[in-house]
């Protein structure tokens, strides 16, 4: 039975008079009120605050976290999120005194342990991506990919080129024109390519390079594209996309996102990237979300070195053949998108992940993201399929759409009804070039049982009535906003790529 406090108010739970703590009264001198606080902003009354003991409170919260879902708690499917189990062993690393209690106003001379850890991420986050310079900064991959452009925009402005256009396609993340424009840029949405009736499907949702090729110009400044892009398939076109926007003048952005799908396979820098992001908090099992602050590093080409914002961390010999690290700051930088150098919690455990993993683990990670996404494709096949061929690399969309028009069951029906079997949704609605879409994303943290069961219960929740799914979920103290109640026919009804 579900515990009555945990769906309870605050407020609600309290008793006038009882007290979690009793203060000893100040022993300040009294001064006048008005002296303190002018007269315009003193209360009238006294707020009504709940009066609790402490165990009321205490007991409240914790049943309150009990209605929350977590990576450590709940399977994940949320596709795009990569929402990956987060090893204890990298949490105990990265709260080691050594570690946590550094003032971020000491001298460089002084941390030069933490400066050594920082400078050997960046080294590592260049190897993976094969661009070699890296910037720590950015706080987020949202943020990364408004930094990487505010690079750009500095370097085309450092040559006297007035480029105007970033180019992205359907699929992209929605951060993607949201930074574009908040740098200032013309956004232009790319079509998919679209397999006709009888055609192979694999071929579908990829960049199509004849759309490509009619709006790049002399004032396309990037072209940002996700690779592996957000329906789970890698760009194969991505050095010919590549090529046709550097010989226009062109850059370049990897949306890194999903390097967990590459990392160790393939690198952004190899096929024709000239800027990217990481997602430290997503790739490198980082807490994410409201579990903890992201990380987003950039990396880019080293003609845009001179750019990045600082501080850098370098490394150099002294006359005495030590090793001293270092903060400089590039002569050409767009200044500081951060303060000091970044999440440096989330970097010290992307660091470990890497350090634990090593070169052949990370490659491992990434074929075990794929082998789990593949697998638990062809399990859904039967009642969500794919319209986008048969293999996927770390994450698929498949479509409700046939459920929709056949019983009237939605792509949220069914995203709510898991909450009743004890799992997460997975992403539903996006990408929105996927009509009724449903994104998957299993990450290479989860077993084969794990995947077995989430199979079963979402094959137990298409054979059940569309009038017990149209009120799910039915064990959370709160079901569905009416708005969504409202409405059962789904938003997105367009046709693949158009």
């Not at 999120?81 to 001379?109: F, W």
């Not at 390097?259 to 997602?279: E, K, L, S, V």
């Not at 094959?459 to 799910?472: M, Q």
């Amino acid at each position: 039975m579900r515990n009555r406090q945990a769906t309870q108010l605050i407020s609600e739970l309290s008793h006038a008079g009882r007290r979690a703590a009793e203060f000893p009264r100040s022993d300040v001198p009294d001064w006048p009120l008005e002296d303190l606080i002018p007269t315009e902003f003193q209360a009238t009354s006294m707020p009504k605050l709940p009066e609790l003991a402490e165990p009321d409170v205490v007991r409240h919260f914790v049943n309150l976290s009990t209605l929350n879902m977590s990576v450590d708690t709940h399977f994940y499917p949320l596709g795009s999120c990569t929402m990956k189990y987060n090893p204890k062993r990298h949490e105990r690393l990265s709260r080691l005194p050594g570690i946590v209690d550094i003032h971020p106003h000491q001298t460089a001379g002084n941390i030069q342990g933490m400066l050594e850890l920082l400078y050997k991420m960046q080294q590592m986050l260049a190897e993976i991506s094969g661009l070699p310079a890296v910037s720590l900064q950015p706080a987020a991959g949202a943020h990364g990919e408004l930094t990487a452009l505010f690079v750009a925009a500095a370097y085309f402005r450092d040559r006297g080129e007035h480029r105007t256009k970033v180019i992205f396609p359907a699929s992209a993340h929605g951060t993607n024109p949201a930074s574009a424009a908040m740098a200032g840029f013309e956004c232009i949405e790319l079509k998919g390519t679209v397999s006709k009736p009888g055609e192979d499907p694999s071929k579908s949702g990829f960049v199509d390079l004849e759309e490509l090729k009619r709006h790049v110009d002399d004032k396309t400044a990037v072209f940002m594209v996700t690779n592996p892009n957000t329906l789970g398939l890698f760009e194969k076109e991505i050095a010919a996309a590549a090529k046709i926007v550097h010989d226009a003048g062109g850059l370049v952005y990897i949306d890194g996102a999903n390097m967990n799908a590459i990392m160790g396979i393939t690198r952004p820098g190899d096929f024709g990237g000239d800027m990217m992001h990481y997602n430290v908090h997503k790739t490198f099992t980082g807490p994410h979300g409201a579990g903890g602050p992201g990380s987003g590093p950039i990396c880019v080409r080293d003609f845009l070195a001179d750019y990045l914002p600082g501080p850098i961390i370098n490394q150099r010999e002294t006359d005495s053949n030590e090793t001293r690290y270092e903060l400089v700051i590039p002569p050409k930088t767009i200044g500081r998108v951060r303060s000091f150098f970044g999440n440096v919690g989330i970097l010290v455990r992307g660091y470990c992940y890497l350090r634990t993993l090593g070169a052949d683990g990370v490659r491992s990670a990434a074929e075990m993201a794929i082998l789990n996404a593949n697998y638990l494709k062809e399990l859904l096949a039967d009642v969500l399929p794919s319209a986008h061929g048969k293999h996927c690399l770390h994450e698929f969309v498949a479509s409700a759409e046939k459920l929709a028009k056949e019983r009237g069951i939605t792509a949220m029906d069914i995203a709510k009804r898991l909450l009743d079997f004890g799992f997460h949704p997975p992403t539903v609605y996006f990408p929105l070039v996927v009509p009724h879409a449903m994104m998957f994303e299993p990450t290479e943290t989860e077993s084969k049982a794990t995947l077995d069961a989430f199979s079963d219960a979402i094959h137990k929740i298409v054979a059940e009535e569309s009038d017990l799914l149209h009120s799910a979920p039915h064990s959370a103290p709160v079901s569905r906003p009416e708005e969504v109640k409202a409405t059962r026919t789904p938003v997105l009804t367009w046709p693949i790529g158009t």
